[in-house]
């Protein structure tokens, strides 16, 4: 972990840097995968899963029969656990809905919002290794609170043809719809397009690798929304000269086990927290079963002393962390100054691994500088807001003339006599 | 206008079909103006503006003193309109503020969200014959209201190297920070790369021709953020029995009149109607000046007789209308069915045109069936929200075991870690 003490502003950018992203070259393979599954189909989506998954499928959705048989095979305490998280889960993106609040901006004339669901969402999970269920929670729950009539889930099988029974259940469990045997390209292309057996979507959602990541950027360009755009994952930790070293390299581990490409950053006024963390970072490392892939992210990452408090709150908007822990006993002196970050953990007890899994926000977040523009996953995220209006004959009277005004100077006559014949009326 | 009696569900889509959209052949264009902007900044964007607007421009910036000029030419009329307008638009969007509310998921996690700006914000205004102020309003309001610091206008020049007064007068009226005279493509890459004049942004707003629609994709892939995808306007007006033809025609109208490519579409249970919109069409059309644009527009667009209010709600979410005009006595046989549609004007006296100007409803709204998953422009649209959560050691105790057990099964210790490291720290 390279060190930096009290860094020159202008140098900030240049510490900070994440690892440079690669250029998608994969569009000519994405376009060919997407135009096969148009024209054909649910054969061209076994022929795919046969060549990448090496899967021979005679059908690609999942059975209830599957499901029912899959469910005993996960333990009574990790079933207990999922429904913890997806409780606390639920309760904190029901507790996002609005209500309908309506205002009069003059007399006689009233405006709200309501939020409305997206109807069709698709929900995409990886396979490899580990089955990462928690992502279904934290896209399946807000999809059924905001009232989606079908959440689709693909996720790719495994060499047997099975998937992983964690994700069975938790796929159940939040309501799921379907859930296809389908992963890569080919599961964005399927529900993009529809197939004979897939449906098509409106929205598309979750995690992937790079061809996963190139196929929804083109699934945009085939008028869907996608939930945000991927970067890897990274930590900010903000610690004082009273933190626990080992949690703080616990948390600047839990992101760094996630990839090479994870980026974990230590900002903190204590050169003697700087120089505990290094050591303790070896002790953590050592016993760390993804220990060489955490070497790799912990390579590219910094541990930057810096006395202001002032100047850590600028680089902590400057930087956007995806998650940003405060690892402080006064986090007052930081919260008020936060603009940029994508969800942020107060206090020397509340681990990301909490937002990860169970405290009941979403972990799916905007990575790589995204946090400027962009929220996380949340209930908006599967809903949009429909404005309205309503306007009395003392309404359109009180901003009639203003509209007939300003149509006329923006050439717009037509707009104009919407307004005219509706106050002659009025005067009959 | 093609006429239709109660077509069958299948022919809806094809009947509906929105005029085609070009294929984005401009890719290469838009690719070498960017890289030519960034890397020649200012030089570059005036050759293009000579190029393209036909003015060699010594300062891109307009100055306070041509502001200042500017004020006295817009009649105080149009200002009053324009400051009604503001009033209205700032109320609306005010009111879409967020309260923080902290939910405790359970007893000592404590979890919220809390709304802050992006920061830096560019809103293109297009120009031609024109001045589209209204749009000023639309964007620059909420993007004050969220706290934006930067607020970028980029609107093209006249001949003579001037900016309409209108548009001077807007664009100080709802506190837009800078404004230079930049048209096109290179006001987009200015705007996303910065250069020694014009400061970069985070995400971009405003309509525009196909280079600029063209333009903002591609800055898209420079990592910033845009509004919403661009379509042709549209409307669908659906009345019944008892609506006046001539509110109808005149709503139609001010959809059609936008452009050759509008589309719009009467749904109506009466026939009697459909037969008195022709006529006052006609009537209506003759005097409009826009009229050649408007009959093209009209010559796409659909008057289709539907008996059934559940028929005409499944048409409506399939089409999913940018604008919806419930010219109808009854509006509440609608209200809750609908899911899908940008902005809905409820009874006979709310013409669209009300929510274009001046009723406080944002007239940036989805368009080509982008209503399915897309709001308007509203206040969410410059702000993102960050969640928080702070957890005490009752709450570390609560979530902590079902953390551990989900992060073991998702093969992520080191996220497990975090959690056991603090867990044991509490039992010492």
Redesign the interface.
């Known amino acids: 972990m390279k060190t930096y003490n009290n860094p020159a502003k202008n140098t900030w950018a240049a510490i900070t840097q994440r690892p440079a992203k690669e250029a998608n070259t994969l569009g000519a393979t994405v376009k060919a995968v997407f135009e096969d599954i148009k024209e054909n189909g649910d054969q061209a989506l076994k022929n795919y899963t046969e060549k990448f998954d090496g899967v021979i499928l005679s059908d690609l959705k999942v059975s209830q029969q599957e499901i029912d048989n899959a469910i005993p095979l996960v333990s009574q305490?990790?079933k207990?656990?999922?429904v913890?998280?997806k409780?606390?889960v639920e309760?904190?993106h029901a507790?996002?809905k609005?209500e309908k609040?309506v205002?009069s901006?003059?007399n006689g004339?009233d405006?709200w919002?309501e939020m409305?669901?997206?109807?069709k969402v698709g929900l995409y999970i990886p396979g490899g290794?580990?089955?990462?269920?928690?992502t279904i929670l934290m896209l399946g729950v807000p999809a059924k609170i905001a009232g989606a009539t079908k959440i689709v889930l693909c996720t790719p099988p495994s060499k047997d043809g099975t998937i992983n029974p964690?994700i069975l259940f938790a796929a159940q469990l939040v309501g799921v719809t379907e859930i296809y045997k389908l992963g890569g390209i080919q599961a964005i292309a399927a529900m993009t397009y529809g197939t004979e057996s897939v449906p098509s979507v409106?929205?598309i959602f979750g995690p992937g690798n790079q061809f996963v990541t190139a196929a929804k950027q083109y699934a945009l360009t085939q008028?869907?929304?996608i939930d945000m755009?991927a970067g890897p994952s990274e930590v900010m930790v903000v610690a004082d000269k009273d933190a626990?070293a080992?949690?703080v390299v616990?948390?600047l581990?839990?992101q760094?086990?996630?990839g090479a490409d994870s980026q974990v950053i230590l900002v903190t006024e204590s050169q003697k927290l700087i120089d505990e963390v290094q050591i303790e970072l070896e002790k953590?490392l050592a016993e760390?079963?993804?220990q060489e892939v955490?070497r790799l992210a912990i390579e590219n990452s910094s541990a930057i002393l810096i006395d202001s408090i002032d100047a850590q709150n600028e680089l902590i908007n400057e930087y956007a962390p995806e998650h940003l822990i405060l690892n402080v006993l006064n986090?007052d002196v930081y919260?008020d100054k936060?603009?940029?970050?994508?969800?942020?953990?107060?206090?020397?007890?509340?681990?990301?691994?909490?937002?990860?899994?169970?405290?009941?926000?979403?972990h799916t977040l905007?990575t790589?500088?995204?946090?400027?523009?962009?929220?996380?996953v949340?209930l908006?995220a599967f809903t949009?807001?429909?404005?309205?209006?309503?306007?009395?004959?003392e309404?359109?009277q009180n901003?009639g003339?203003?509209?007939e005004?300003?149509?006329a100077?923006?050439?717009?006559?037509?707009?104009?006599?919407?307004?005219t014949?509706?106050l002659n009326?009025l005067k009959k």
């Open positions: 305490e990790l207990d656990a999922i913890l998280a409780n606390n309760k904190f507790f996002q609005i609040k205002i901006t003059v004339v405006c919002q409305k669901p997206i109807e290794s580990a089955p990462l269920f928690s964690a409106y929205k008028g869907l929304a755009p626990d080992s949690f616990a948390d581990l839990s760094a086990e996630h953590q760390l079963p993804r955490a986090e919260l936060i603009v940029n970050a994508g969800s942020v953990f107060i206090g020397p007890l509340t681990p990301e691994s909490a937002g990860d899994y169970a405290s009941g926000t979403n905007p790589n500088g995204y946090a400027r523009m962009y929220s996380g949340n908006d949009k807001k429909i404005t309205y209006q309503k306007i009395t004959a309404g359109i901003i003339p203003a509209i005004l300003m149509a100077a923006e050439g717009l006559d037509a707009h104009k006599n919407a307004v014949l509706r009326s």
